[in-house]
């Protein structure tokens, strides 16, 4: 299927289905982020995208101009934890909080041995300590407004990672978290839920040596098949709108069957 027609294809859920709403997504600025940003905006909703850098951040605002919804964005450093809460609550009181994505992330490809402490808590700092910064500081709003969190997670997590042993405790973490505080706030109305992409391609995957790992992560995937940022953007949706509504507590894998092929989990740190 071609790119164009995946994108057709993926579009599922009705024009002004969250008119009203608001959302937080971290991350905004490029890749994923920015799929999910302009797929909420052209929904109708009111969007508050954060990242590090203003550039990328402007970028995502000139692409959402024109759709239903709205775009604002700050610059915030996720791991700064009095940034990231002053961001949460001025969307919050600015168009209120119906979603939170957690999607800022990142981590580097290194067997464990050569993980330093400091390269540790870098990433432990990026990938859970901020997740849970964000989500706790939205709480207020998400109460008021019964809504939704959706964490961006890995393929594979729940069974490890060949040079992956920092972020897949991160993540672990997160999808821990996730789930204990879907048993906390079911009562408030409030939706948690993890999503695990498959093979994203990305700018950062051009030259040949990246070239060369996506090629072997995709004929590790039993359906051969990359997840478009997209797909991602659309389940995102989903699981914020009213057809989502008994999802909670989850880790959906979009990743063509990765989690159960060999996968990334096999694939050796150099």
Known sequence: MKDEDIRAASAVLKDGLFAGKG?????????????????????????????????????????????????????????????????????????????????????????????S??????????????????TKAAYPYLKASRGAVVNMSLSGVERGSMGLAHSIAARAGVLGMTRSLALEWAADGIRLNCLGPGTVVTSGLSDEAARALLDGLLDATPMHAETSVEEVAELTAFLASPAGRLMTGQLIQLDGGAHIGAGLHMIEAA
């Open 117 to 134: 402490r400091r390269g540790w808590d870098a990433v432990i700092d990026l990938n859970l300590s901020a997740v849970f910064t964000a």
């Open 23 to 115: 959302a937080v997504v971290s991350g905004a600025g490029t890749g994923i982020g920015r799929a999910i940003v302009l797929r909420l905006v052209a929904l109708g909703m009111s969007v508050t995208g954060l990242g590090r850098r203003e550039e990328p951040l402007a970028e995502t605002a000139e692409a959402a101009r024109g759709l239903a919804g709205s775009f604002r964005h700050v610059s915030c450093n996720v791991r700064e934890t009095e940034a990231l809460e002053k961001a949460i609550a001025d969307a919050g009181e600015a168009h209120g909080i119906d979603l939170l994505v957690n999607n800022a992330g990142g981590q580097f490809f290194a067997p464990a041995t050569e993980i």
